[in-house]
């Protein structure tokens, strides 16, 4: 039996060693995990390195290559680290039941550092929600890396104190340690799983299996994110977010204000400029041939593209049909010389389309409109196709009924909300699935990361006939947006800035 004076130093020795080892741990894991996730976010790692300082001396101190190993292997590790542990321990306390006490305090605080079984979770759980749902595959390899990283650490300083006290029996539990976290970071990678909603590859495919055909055979995804009435100091992180969570297609506009900032975050994304559909639109006060040229310079000058995928008119401005006519005849010219890939309109009603298309030579690709339950616009919809013309919702899920509307909005319609506790879902995602399957474009906005994602999450269901036939019945034929004819150089005219 091992005397009593030496248990107490020994179980001292392992208590500090124990605490120790959880305190780098989970420092050291939150540091790796807290960069990374900001380095997603497109932050500076400034206020973490600062907020960890103390500890992030000591973690690089006893292994310098934590980060580049985390970065390296964090997709790729399975999560198999915590369980090893806890089953070295139990083969520990078998071997050696004169020390089971000691034992069981390191069995009970070394899965703090190697598993964060204890303390992390919670923390890399509010990391999780705060990424892209795109990039979650990824960052949950990273998150479950990082943890054993930290492990790591704690069990190379556990070992070290114990070591100059245990007998051969710790000395081989604290090997079993060693070895299974060594085993978990060089197992073969798993093979990802297709099945994963975050992956990102599953969104890329349901993305792909949304794609419209334009009439000119251009390809345009169905669901894309809007930007109307967002800041320009929030729309380079909104539409950043976007882009990580899986959306293409990001519709803008020069009246908008935010086309830089839409730049700006398409180029911070670090997609190619092929995988990203600009839409734009020119305003009324560049109306004319050779003012709707130059509208076209000032808005690539500020978005930084050569190209743009989807160039239309903001309104019809029946005012001056004119000048209407001449910037439409410039947007033709645009497209024929390769500056834009399709052209298009918004706001046109079926009498401004058949007054446009009277002179027109190019059928305009898309008409963008207001269209949501409340509001679907039966003429225009049939009009738009009788000519071939995809309609494209703004303000898809009602979000101009909360504060226009004068009546319920289409979040609180109780018709919408059983449709959407029927299928575990949201009402928004409801009514963007019912564009997508009635085989509209749809370009809800929103800021915030969380809506950003569940807006882009309605590719896992399906609505029935009955209940596409119940959202299309709740039209109350109230319009929320200006009415078209009431759009003058008058009213609405404003310059709009150079790039």
């Known amino acids: 039996m091992v005397p009593l004076e030496l248990f107490r130093s020994r179980a001292v020795a392992i208590l500090l060693a124990a605490g120790f080892s959880g305190m780098v741990g989970f420092y050291g894991t939150v540091f790796l995990q807290s960069l990374y996730f900001q380095q997603l976010r497109g932050e500076s790692p400034l206020a973490t390195g600062l907020l960890f300082l103390p500890m992030t001396g000591l973690v690089a101190a ?51 550092g190697v598993g964060g079984s204890f303390t992390v979770p919670p923390i890399t759980a509010l990391l999780l929600d705060s990424v892209p749902a795109d990039r979650a595959g990824a960052a949950s390899g990273v998150l479950n890396t990082s943890r054993q990283v930290g492990g790591s650490l704690g069990v190379a ?24 976290v060594l085993l978990t970071i060089m197992r073969r990678p798993a093979r990802p799983s297709a099945e994963s909603p975050a992956d990102v590859r599953h969104y890329a495919k349901e993305n792909q299996i949304m794609n419209l055909t334009l009439n000119n055979g251009v390809e345009m995804p169905a669901l894309g994110f809007g930007v109307f009435q967002t800041p320009p100091d929030v729309t380079a992180d909104a539409v950043h977010a976007a882009l990580q969570t899986g959306y293409r297609l990001i519709d803008t506009a020069a009246a908008y204000g935010n086309e830089r900032q839409v730049g700006e975050a398409i180029r911070r994304s670090g997609l190619a400029r092929d995988e990203v559909f600009i839409e734009t639109k020119v305003w009324i006060s560049d109306y004319g041939y050779d003012q709707t040229l130059h509208a076209f310079d000032k808005s690539a000058g500020k978005l930084g593209a050569d190209q743009i995928d989807l160039l239309i008119l903001h309104q019809a401005l029946p005012s001056r049909c004119d000048l209407t006519r001449d910037a439409y005849r410039a947007l033709e010219t645009l497209l024929a010389d390769g500056r834009v890939r399709a052209i298009g309109v918004s706001n046109f009603m079926p009498a401004h389309l058949d007054a446009l298309l009277e002179q027109a030579t190019v059928i305009p690709a898309v008409n963008q409109v207001e269209v949501h339950p409340y509001f679907t616009q039966p003429a225009v919809q049939a009009a738009d196709a009788a000519h071939g013309i995809l ?93 078209p004819d009431q759009i003058t150089l008058e009213n609405f005219g404003r310059p709009i800035p150079e790039a």
């Open 62 to 112: 006893l292994n310098p290559a934590a980060a580049r190993v985390a970065t390296r292997f964090g997709p790729r590790v399975p999560i198999v680290g915590g369980q090893l542990v806890m089953a070295t321990g139990l083969v520990g306390l078998c071997l050696a039941p004169a020390h089971a006490p000691t034992l069981l305090i390191a069995d009970l605080m070394i899965p703090v």
């Open 157 to 180: 300083a556990f070992g070290a104190v114990v070591a100059t006290q245990a007998s051969f029996l710790h000395g081989l539990h604290v090997s079993y340690l060693t070895a299974a």
């Open 391 to 483: 309609t494209q919702a703004w303000s898809p899920i009602g979000g101009i009924t909360s504060y226009r509307g004068t009546g319920t909005s289409t979040f609180d319609d109780p018709a919408i909300t059983a449709i959407a506790a029927a299928h575990g879902k949201t009402p928004a995602q409801v009514m963007i699935r019912w564009h997508l399957q009635e085989g509209r474009s749809a370009i809800p906005k929103s800021v915030r990361a969380e809506r950003i994602a569940e807006n882009f999450d309605v590719f896992g269901f399906e609505l029935t006939a009955e209940e596409l036939k119940v959202l299309d019945t709740l039209d109350t034929g109230v319009r929320g947006g200006p009415e």
